[in-house]
């Protein structure tokens, strides 16, 4: 055993010892973690600092993430009814609502052309004309509530839910920890 090493176990040997004698841990400070870098990189930071709408859970099954419940098919599967839990809260404690969802769809689909997730946005109504630039906004995304939305798709797809799982609609800033801001040249 190295000498790094000897502090983390005893760490990991202690800290089990204290929640189970009621001591709970302090939240906040930092923590660093080393990366090589590349893709491994930014998909541990996406996760780490983003909050999925739908998760999957151990089992395979879709399991509610922000959304209140995992939604079901409506009309032959081209419509989805989005229900965001209530309580929720991104990094800097501003309430999530239907209206940042509703924002994710949009961002999915940047007309800019640098979105490597517009892919998982392609099924919803109007996605062609926000990518072509013929529409100021993604017309098959309706706001119902502050805390629900409806989502109108081009063709049936009842598989919806899945796509809603992916990295691409988790809402950035929502998740368990922050970022620090990149320096330039970083």
Known sequence: MTRRAAPALALALVVPGLAAAGVRPAYGGTIRIGVTGGAELEALVARATSAPLLDID????LVPGLLAEV???EAGGRAFRLRVRAGLTDATGRPIGAADVAARFAAVLARDGRSPDAWAALPVLGADALLDGRAPILAGVQLLSASELLVS???PLPELPWLLATPAFALPG???FTAPRRAPGR
């Open 58 to 61: 151990a089992s395979g099954a």
């Open 71 to 73: 939604p079901i098919p």
């Open 174 to 176: 929502a998740g368990p």
């Open 153 to 155: 798709l081009a063709f």
